[in-house]
């Protein structure tokens, strides 16, 4: 597919997403997208999404949490989406699919997407993606701009979030909440296995 701007300025050589409803270019600061109505759109892309931080639950469920900035273009699109997904032994795994319109908003902290885990799951790589309405995955990088995730997505464990929460700087509370959930998924993994 191939793009020109009015009179002929410039061509630009665009990639499909699979879906013949998005395409973007590596080198463009513009994606073109079909409409509901099937007409084909030239906008520009969305800046870089960015992760804010992880962090663990422990109330009625055990969580992992993932904090995202999402660029207010992607918000007003509507339809865009965070997939989470467990990928623990290599299998095919379930993806939770969560809305970016139903994310909770954490003031200092961006929108919050959360995946409940067993205490046995907590040393699993969780890995999550952000897509945009039409399922092109969006470019996450983290606060100082300096990693890219948009290849791999954000990958962290529960048991990562315990380790910091035990040696990192915390009050004495986090700390001992950190120590006894570690303990606790020691415990689980002893069991199940």
């Known amino acids: ?7 002929g300025v410039f061509t630009q050589g665009l990639k499909g ?4 409803s998005a ?3 590596d080198t463009s600061e513009y994606r073109v997208v079909l409409n509901d109505d099937g007409e084909a759109l030239l906008t520009e892309k969305p800046a870089p999404c960015v992760i804010n931080g992880v962090s663990g639950t422990f109330n009625d469920k055990i969580k992992l949490n993932y904090y995202f900035d999402i660029p207010e273009s992607v918000v007003d699109e509507g339809g865009a989406y965070v997939t989470i997904t467990n990928d623990v032994n290599d299998e095919t795994p379930d ?5 970016v319109n139903e994310a909770v908003l954490v003031e200092g902290k961006g929108f919050r997407f959360s ?10 790589t969780i890995t999550a993606r952000l897509f945009d309405q039409w399922g092109n995955e969006l470019s996450i990088q983290n606060i100082g701009g300096d990693t890219d995730y948009t290849e791999t997505g954000v990958q962290y464990s529960l048991a990562q979030y315990l ?7 915390v009050n004495e509370q986090e700390k001992a909440v950190g120590e006894a959930a570690k303990d606790y998924h020691t415990a689980a993994q002893i069991y199940f296995n």
């Open 1 to 7: 597919v191939t793009m020109m701007e009015e009179k």
């Open 17 to 20: 997403n699979g879906n013949a």
């Open 23 to 25: 395409f973007t270019s």
């Open 95 to 99: 993806a939770v699919t969560l809305p």
């Open 115 to 124: 995946i409940p885990l067993a205490a046995k799951e907590a040393s699993d």
């Open 163 to 169: 380790t910091w929460l035990e040696n990192g700087n």
